[in-house]
């Protein structure tokens, strides 16, 4: 919770909270409620799901009061409209070429999240890809910008990459699920305002 709430405090305008198990940042719906209660009124919160069934995600997104859902697995564009809430669609990126895939969901998600590809990893790789391609892949939608950040690169990579938002976790992490406040304030006072 003092992650949570330090990070509101210095600027976050969003949280996630991952509910997918197998993840080591794995949160359980009862925490997750509990710091959602005490988070500022702007500081909007995101639910993080991999290829979970659509009702179960549904009824926790009510429970836990979920502003946004963002998805990692390989749930199709229908889904994603099925779900009656604002989406968020993970894409892991490669090359070029990996861009492709977002023109599908142009209709059925209000952003697109472009995290690292790496062979068996759905995410938090903690690794950078190239930044150039977040920029191109704006013709699709609002991107927000992971893989990779840290407080040493995040004023570099919204230069290159101008995305809407970035998603940070290893990059700002003392152990996975576990913030290290020293580089938490590094991330927000590299970012000098953008964030």
């Not at 759905?122 to 927000?144: N, S, V």
């Not at 998603?167 to 576990?178: F, L, N, R, T, Y």
């Amino acid at each position: 919770m003092p992650d949570a709430l330090l990070a509101a405090q210095l600027g976050a305008h969003a949280l996630g909270f991952i509910f997918h198990p197998k993840s080591p940042r794995y949160v359980a719906p009862d925490a997750a409620r509990a710091i959602i209660a005490l988070l500022p009124p702007f500081v909007l919160s995101v639910g993080v799901f991999v290829d979970e069934e659509a009702q179960a995600v549904q009824d926790l997104a009510a429970r836990v009061g979920l502003d946004w859902l963002q998805l990692h697995g390989s749930e199709p564009p229908d889904y994603c409209r099925s779900l009656g809430r604002r989406v968020i669609k993970g894409f892991r990126i490669k090359d070029e070429a990996s861009l492709a895939a977002l023109a599908p969901y142009q209709e059925a998600c209000q952003a697109f999240l472009l995290d690292t590809y790496k062979k068996d990893r759905i995410g938090g790789t903690g690794e950078a890809f190239d930044w150039h391609l977040a920029r191109e892949a704006q013709k699709y939608g609002p991107i927000i910008l992971a893989g990779g950040l840290t407080p040493a690169n995040v004023a570099r990579a919204v230069d290159v990459a101008q995305p809407q938002a970035v998603d940070v976790a290893s990059g700002v992490e003392a152990a996975p699920g576990k913030k290290d406040p020293e580089k938490l304030k590094r991330f927000f006072a590299a970012l000098g305002g953008r964030g």
